[in-house]
């Protein structure tokens, strides 16, 4: 089956810090969302990517889907406290419109 | 942005007992609408997707009999888990489109999730 791979699982981040995670997929697709979840409820759509080689911003966010259509990478740039959570890249299997979500990378603060 | 509203938030229940989640668009019709469980530190596992007036289909794994799925109108889901057992608390997320042919992202709006805990 599909194999969509998040990394890293974790990170701690310190104030002001730019930080990254990438996912890659054994497939080709034609679509990257990029989620973020706070604890106790839903995800929340962050950004999204149609065509490869796409670089999109949201603020202090950039994603880009790779021109192979394998991989998608999101930055954070001069990270805040709130930008803690669990961050989610996700693919629609062609199928029945089906969301497909990687592993998740938990960011935390550094203590 | 569209908003759904998904009921109780939490909930705990006795082993052997029925659970329904209820999952409400408030300001669009929901052509389609998914299913979602979330263990702890883990990813959101597609349940079954559900289209209004359409019977649910379920991912591979998911017992129907265990989750039952109604969709009989365009604003509103519900998932029951029947005789539920601790081994099934977990965190139950919805989502829904407005659409039913090909998704895209900004047409997919999820639920604020239901924790739910069976002693």
């Known amino acids: 089956g599909q194999q969509l791979n998040q990394s890293p699982q974790s990170m701690f981040i310190q104030e002001g810090e730019d930080v990254s995670m990438n996912c890659t997929s054994s497939?080709?697709?034609?679509?990257w969302l990029w989620y973020k979840q706070d604890p106790g409820e839903g995800p929340v759509l962050l950004i999204a990517l149609y065509k490869a080689g796409e670089l999109t911003s949201n603020g202090r966010l950039t994603a880009q889907f790779g021109i192979t259509r394998k991989d998608s990478f999101l930055n954070i740039s001069a990270s805040i406290p709130s930008d803690v959570g669990i961050y989610f890249c996700a693919l629609f299997k062609a199928a029945g419109n089906k969301l497909t979500f990687g592993g998740g990378t938990r960011v935390l603060v550094k203590p | 942005g569209a908003v759904v509203s998904q009921h109780p938030s939490w909930v705990i229940c006795k082993s052997g007992t029925s659970v329904k989640i209820e999952c409400r668009s408030l300001?669009?019709?929901?052509?389609?609408m998914f299913w979602y469980r979330q263990f702890p530190k883990q990813s959101l596992m597609l349940m079954a997707t559900?289209?209004?007036?359409?019977?649910?289909?379920?991912e591979q794994g998911v017992e129907k009999d265990k989750f039952l799925i109604n969709h009989a109108s365009l604003t509103l889901s519900t998932l029951t888990v029947t005789s539920a057992h601790p081994e099934d608390s977990s965190f139950y997320i919805c989502s829904a489109s407005p659409d039913r042919g090909l998704l895209r992202g900004e047409k997919l709006f999820f639920g604020s999730g239901t924790q739910l805990s069976v002693l």
């Open positions: 300001d669009f019709q929901a052509t389609t």
């Open positions: 497939s080709i697709f034609n679509t």
């Open positions: 559900s289209n209004e007036g359409s019977k649910a289909t379920y």
